[in-house]
């Protein structure tokens, strides 16, 4: 084919992907493989299991791009129609290839008598290319014609469709792409304690004059930023990403905690190391999910003490040490109780740091002044205490995260202003 390829299409097949019954895996797997011999997913279609459906699809994405991905529906059953479909887009008879039927035989020798139904996978449009499939029986094929343009038939379980993707289908379509912009190269921008909002209002157009796209990357605890500009070779586009970074830490400040993908308590933990620190970590709504996170990374026992997961009120007196009083007067929820759990951590276990942290998870126990999503945390570093009052909204799986990761961004910044 003599035009270059530039992007691809994908059309996603099967009465389960419109259900919902099954999650579409495959099309994440096509754009993280393509992208880095240079070409991009441009749309995706999801069809059901109709032979009119497949076919206007896949001639519709042929009119936007030079190649179309399909998968899913080479089966051997009724509803596997997508060899049908495409022959007849390319105006192709389906052929038997005696070659591919004894393939399947051999498959089958040690299973016994292979069923008649599988036949019709050894049926493949009239000057088809076709690629084995090792981890099953359906082979991805490829039809091709000048006037049309290219589509490629994979299978749908994930795990196959990704062995003849990886294996043959990208070296097939690296021979036909050319220098159209080159592949990506990227840098990710974390942050803590800034909504995804608040990131675009600050940044604004000041990246526009930037070869480079921006992508807004929202996660439960926190938003990321991907940087991404196409080149041949990453030294066309360094200087350009270096530039781009350098503005949006001007921009964000210490919002941002990292690159890369990069931990928070990662970045806590070297914090402490660099500063011969040691922490102690008193959870009350999030329940140990700090202490595990600080945990996580091999060496964390040079700086982490332990954790006191104090969930009831008592606890929090007889283990922790916190008053009664205090408890009484403000409730378990409140700028008071958080203080004095973050200095209680830290002289209960001789730290020199400490995290706490107290609130409403839900989905109850909430109240008009503390409704479901309230956490107070508290930093404390030496004898310097830093607490906030933060509302997260969402599920109580979401308000613990985002609580963990509230308590992990207090202590950085404590820390950060400790070592300044």
């Not at 999650?23 to 011999?37: G, Q």
């Not at 526009?208 to 930023?225: K, Q, Y």
């Not at 007889?318 to 378990?332: H, I, P, Q």
């Amino acid at each position: 084919m003599e035009r270059r390829l530039r992007g691809v299409e994908i059309v996603a097949i099967g009465d389960e992907l419109l259900s919902g019954a099954s999650l579409d895996s495959n099309a994440v797997t096509i754009a993280r493989r393509l992208e880095p011999i240079g070409l991009r997913v441009t749309r995706k279609t999801t069809v059901g299991d109709s032979s009119t459906q497949i076919a206007e699809a896949v001639r519709s994405a042929l009119e936007r791009s030079a190649a179309v991905l399909t998968t899913g529906g080479l089966g051997p059953t009724k509803d596997d129609v997508t060899r049908n479909a495409v022959a007849a887009v390319f105006n192709r008879e389906l052929e038997f290839r005696e070659d591919l039927w004894h393939a399947l035989e051999a498959r089958w020798a040690h299973r016994g008598r292979i069923p008649e139904t599988n036949r019709v996978q050894a049926e493949v449009p009239a000057g088809a290319e076709v690629f084995p499939n090792r981890r099953g029986t359906a082979p991805g094929i490829a039809v091709e014609d000048d006037s049309i343009g290219l589509c490629i038939m994979l299978p749908g379980p994930p795990h196959e469709m990704e062995a003849v993707l990886v294996e043959q289908v990208v070296p097939f379509l690296e021979e036909r792409t050319g220098p159209v912009g080159g592949r990506p190269f990227r840098r990710t921008l974390r942050t803590a304690g800034i909504a995804e909002s608040e990131i675009a209002e600050r940044i604004g157009g000041q990246l526009d004059d930037l070869p480079l796209d921006v992508a807004h990357l929202p996660e439960v605890d926190g938003n990321d930023i991907r940087l991404t500009g196409w080149a041949t070779d990453e030294s066309e586009i360094c200087a350009v990403l270096d530039e781009a970074v350098a503005r949006l830490r001007g921009i964000l400040g210490a919002h941002i905690y990292g690159e890369g993908d990069v931990d928070l308590a990662q970045v806590v933990g070297e914090l402490l190391r660099e500063r011969g620190l040691s922490v102690a970590v008193a959870e009350s709504c999030t329940a140990g999910l700090i202490s595990k996170r600080l945990t996580e990374w091999p060496g964390s026992s040079d700086y982490f003490w332990g954790g006191m997961i104090v969930y009831d009120d008592r606890a929090k007196v007889d283990l922790l040490g916190v008053s009664e009083k205090t408890l009484g007067r403000y409730g378990a929820v409140s700028e008071e109780t958080a203080r004095e759990m973050a200095k209680a951590a830290c002289h209960q276990s001789g730290a020199d740091a400490a995290i706490a942290v107290t609130g409403i998870a839900g989905p109850t126990g909430g109240t008009e002044d503390k409704p479901v999503g309230t956490v107070w945390l508290a930093a404390k570093v030496r004898d310097v205490v830093v607490v906030g009052r933060r509302y997260y909204p969402g599920t109580r799986d979401m308000v613990r995260a985002r609580a963990a990761q509230g308590g992990l961004d207090l202590l950085r910044r404590t820390l950060l202003e400790e070592l300044a």
